[in-house]
């Protein structure tokens, strides 16, 4: 059998025991993108306008919902609304990395409540395995599904080598919750011993740091095209923030549009041609 990043995402939506990690890649096939747009800006309009924009072309929004400044209660209501016209999932991406006890507060409760609306979230594996089990006992009743940073983006980030082993060796003995990771390549196998069944393993790998046009920032973002993410390196899902919206503020959606459109062409491309060379 090949690579599971070899076979075709309506293949390996069959395989998978997690609901979320289904209905991402039953999207991704159906609507023929593996774009997700990360929707980091302050004010809702902007939130939504960008959204409203690029929702028919991407399988998820990332967001980062308590950069709003005038988040309300109808905001996830909106999200909710727009997720189901536009058939995309959403993933906030909250990077959890505290205790188990704390983080079953932060994911159910406060003013945010995530496991309510958010399908997919994530964590840092640094507080080791009790950051699953307690974002576990909130997500699995409702069908949500888990991403752990395994690598970053950035210029000098920790996220490598044992780091990296250790995060896929959680996810390893979590498959029903962890669906995938954060990271710049496949996971399959890494940090496995001779006696860890990894025979169909099959991780989400989601990519962020993708640009069609630029190479990095003054912040130390490192920028790859799709081409490089998804058919080089094997990822997944291309993470795609200011390369469609620029600074987010008053937005010209026409022009979003346009650069949404391209980026889920450069992805799907890459993606069909890694699948053909089989």
């Not at 009743?141 to 210029?155: H, T």
Request: hydrophobic share 40%; with cysteine; net charge negative.
């Amino acid at each position: 059998m090949s690579s599971s990043h070899l076979q075709t995402y309506n293949e390996r939506a069959k395989k998978h025991a997690n609901k979320a990690a289904r209905a991402l890649l039953e999207i991704m096939e159906e609507k023929q993108s593996n774009l997700s747009v990360s929707v980091d800006v302050t004010k809702s309009k902007d939130f939504f306008d960008i959204i409203e924009a690029v929702g028919p072309h991407v399988c998820l929004i990332k967001t980062h919902i308590d950069v709003l400044e005038d988040f309300d209660a109808t905001v996830i209501d909106r999200l909710r609304e727009l997720s189901e016209k536009h058939k995309f999932l959403i993933f906030e991406d909250r990077k959890f990395a505290d205790i188990g006890s704390t983080v079953v507060l932060q994911y159910s409760k406060g003013i945010y409540k995530i496991a309510d609306w958010a399908h997919i979230t994530n964590a840092h594996a640094v507080p080791g395995p009790s950051i699953i089990t307690g974002l576990a006992s909130v997500g699995i009743p409702k069908d949500r599904g888990l991403i752990l940073l395994a690598e970053m983006s950035s210029k000098g980030a920790l996220t490598t080598g044992s780091y990296t082993e250790d995060a896929v060796r959680m996810a390893r003995a979590r498959r029903d919750f962890v669906i995938g990771f954060i990271a710049q390549h496949r996971m399959e196998g890494v940090g496995a011993s001779d006696t860890d069944n990894i025979a169909g393993e099959d991780f989400l790998v989601l990519a962020p740091g993708v640009g069609l046009d630029a190479t990095g920032d003054a912040m130390g973002q490192q920028y790859r095209t799709p081409e490089q993410v998804v058919f080089e390196s094997g990822c997944d899902v291309i993470i795609v923030g200011r390369g469609i919206y620029g600074k987010g503020e008053n937005v010209d959606t026409r022009e979003v549009l346009k650069q949404a459109q391209r980026y889920q062409a450069a992805g799907w491309e890459a993606y069909r041609k890694r699948v053909q060379r089989t």
